[in-house]
């Protein structure tokens, strides 16, 4: 049973750039959820995807979209990037929506803007 | 507003010694409290989901408390080994408005030396 896999596994980029992640959630999971985490810190909720909307948007700016498929992948677009982007990207699914759906979590993908 | 915080951020202990990590949060309406484990520069492992109208969950070495009422978890690691060497990570989910979000603790970062 494959778990939650992202793609890229590491990214750099240029201020201003556009960059794109990807997620595949675990199998039987229909819900996504992306986190960004800073050095040190702990990780904070960017979007959550389900049934192919956004349903619920954390504290960020809307140089950040994402998008969801109808096989449940997931893609985080971020435009314009700036150097305080960089931090490594998670991306979290789940199954059924609002609930007490336990979150797996993939590697991530680490992102660094120079 | 929500928020979570973890002490000691940091921990260095010799090999067997038991061991606890300490969660707090400021709202108790959670529907859930997750613990997680972070290794360098990678993803989170699930360790422990304690539902709100639980009071303790187990895996192997590992036990976890929740005081709802309190805004208090606890994750207790006996007999520690250097394998556990790693960042633990505390999330709590909302219950009520639609928030589906996990909030997360700046983590403790756990040295275990033989």
């Known amino acids: 049973d494959a778990g939650v896999t992202q793609s890229p596994t590491h990214l750099i980029k240029t201020r201003g750039q556009q960059v794109t992640l990807r997620c595949s959630p675990k199998?039987?999971?229909?819900?996504v959820s992306w986190y960004q985490q800073a050095l040190g810190q702990g990780p904070q909720f960017i979007f959550q995807?389900?049934?192919?909307?956004?349903?619920q948007r954390g504290n960020f700016p809307d140089r950040f979209s994402g998008h969801q498929f109808p096989n449940y992948s997931s893609e985080l677009n971020v435009n314009a990037l700036l150097l305080g982007d960089s931090a490594l990207y998670l991306c979290?699914?789940?199954?059924?929506?609002?609930?007490?759906?336990?979150?797996?979590f993939g590697p991530g993908t680490r992102l660094t803007v120079t | 507003k929500q928020e979570v915080t973890q002490i000691p951020a940091a921990l260095s202990v010799p090999e067997g010694e038991n061991l606890v990590l300490n969660c707090s949060f400021t709202?108790?309406?959670?529907?859930?409290l997750q613990w997680f484990r972070q290794d360098p520069g990678k993803g989170l492992t699930s360790l422990l989901l304690?539902?709100?109208?639980?009071r303790e969950q187990t895996s192997g070495r590992l036990n976890a408390s929740l005081d709802k009422s309190s805004g208090r978890s606890t994750l207790y690691i006996a007999a520690s080994q250097p394998g556990d060497s790693a960042t633990y990570l505390c999330?709590?989910?909302?219950?009520?408005?639609?928030?589906?979000?996990?909030?997360f603790g700046t983590g403790t970062r756990l040295q275990v030396f033989p």
């Open positions: 979290a699914s789940s199954w059924g929506g609002r609930g007490g759906g336990e979150q797996y």
């Open positions: 199998s039987g999971h229909d819900t």
């Open positions: 995807y389900y049934e192919e909307e956004e349903r």
């Open positions: 709202d108790s309406a959670i529907y859930n």
């Open positions: 304690i539902q709100s109208s639980q």
């Open positions: 999330a709590v989910r909302h219950s009520g408005g639609g928030t589906d979000k996990l909030i």
